[in-house]
């Protein structure tokens, strides 16, 4: 038999199995290969992102019709358990999550920075033994202009019956997380996900309504030139974080980049390397972010990547919180930039 022409040898116009093998890596079964195992907990962990990746779906689908659905964008005109005005988009996708994770049967708790306690769903409590931390949407203000949002997730086991309702077994540190990631729903829809085994990158293939393995094992540069953080805020802060931004100012090569959404702001720094910082203020030292629904979850990413997370003083993942709703400082990114940044603030104390 006559052999196939070059040009009809699938395997090297399309870059041979291993490529192939890449697009057909979906995330479900990249956490069961990440286990390497189909035991119990393996399954859990693979149906639990599956869920979190039907939310991200769902969410990124009601964002592409935002501008032209009505309800979808704006104010509700309530406010949060944190005080801040609640923006429809927020509501949406925290229903979203509550919705997907009814369906799972592995999750007795949700916990989100929009409610005031967590979310019971009974039904799965006697056999659900994990509960999800998220925050549905980070970044709101941009749903009306258009601009990159993102989910912040995390993954606990439940300990003991938490028959009083007071989740206290979730105020424990992070390292005590099974999976941590974010969704960046930006011109395309990324999932980057950490089980303590590396970080990995998979992106929305629209016409497969999957997502695909996009990168593993992503490692933060050491350094990068990006500094990102709201320098608004300037003549809030301590002396110490002033002093640094004196220092980017009058250093060359730093570039500032600050999008409003912190999902996309920490996933440049992860890709390219450089700092983020979300630090209190002089009134308010705790800062803004919430330990449990977002800064120790992107703590584990950034530290499973070779990164550090911090909040000046001590490593983000090792904060014991006191609440549910606990904030922190954050300094996160390449270990380089963390630690000058770090420097400032020692030398200040």
């Not at 009814?102 to 005031?116: H, I, T």
């Not at 970080?199 to 309504?209: A, I, K, Q």
């Not at 002396?239 to 640094?244: A, C, D, G, L, V």
Request: glycine content about 10%.
């Amino acid at each position: 038999m006559a052999q196939a022409p070059e040009s009809l040898d699938l395997s090297k116009k399309f870059g041979g199995d291993r490529a192939l093998d890449r697009d057909c890596t979906t995330l479900s079964r990249h956490v069961l290969q990440q286990c390497q195992s189909f035991a119990a907990e393996a399954q859990d962990l693979s149906a639990l992102m599956n869920r979190i990746a039907l939310a991200g779906k769902l969410i990124a689908r009601h964002m592409s019709h935002a501008g032209l659905m009505e309800g979808v964008l704006g104010f509700t005109g309530d406010v949060n358990v944190q005080g801040e005005s609640v923006k429809k988009m927020d509501v949406y996708a925290n229903d979203v999550f509550i919705a997907v994770f009814k369906q799972s049967g592995l999750v007795c708790r949700l916990a989100s920075e929009e409610m005031d306690k967590p979310y019971y769903i009974p039904e799965n409590c006697p056999i659900g033994r994990y509960t999800l931390l998220y925050d549905p949407i980070d970044g709101s203000s941009n749903t009306d202009i258009n601009l990159s949002l993102g989910s912040i997730f995390s993954i606990r086991r439940q300990e003991g019956d938490d028959t009083d309702g007071k989740a206290l077994d979730l105020l424990t540190n992070g390292r005590n997380q099974i999976a941590a990631g974010y969704i960046l729903y930006g011109p395309s829809t990324m999932l980057v996900y950490t089980i303590g085994k590396g970080v990995h990158s998979f992106t929305l293939d629209p016409s497969l309504g999957e997502f695909i393995l996009t990168e593993e094992n992503i490692r933060i540069p050491n350094h990068g030139a990006v500094y990102s953080v709201n320098e608004g805020n300037f003549w809030q802060w301590e002396e110490s974080y002033r002093e640094y931004i004196r220092y980017v100012h009058r250093t060359e090569d730093y570039t500032a980049r600050y999008s409003g959404a912190m999902v996309s702001d920490i996933h440049r720094v992860l890709i390219q390397g450089g700092v983020f910082l979300y630090p209190g203020t002089i009134q308010k030292p705790e800062g803004k972010l919430r330990l449990l629904y977002e800064t120790a979850p992107l703590a584990y990413v950034i530290e499973q990547a070779g990164g550090r997370a911090t909040t000046g003083l001590v490593d983000i993942l090792d904060v014991v919180p006191k609440k549910l709703h606990q904030r922190t400082p954050l300094i996160i990114g390449s270990r380089e930039d963390v630690a000058k940044v770090e420097s400032f603030i020692q030398n200040g104390h």
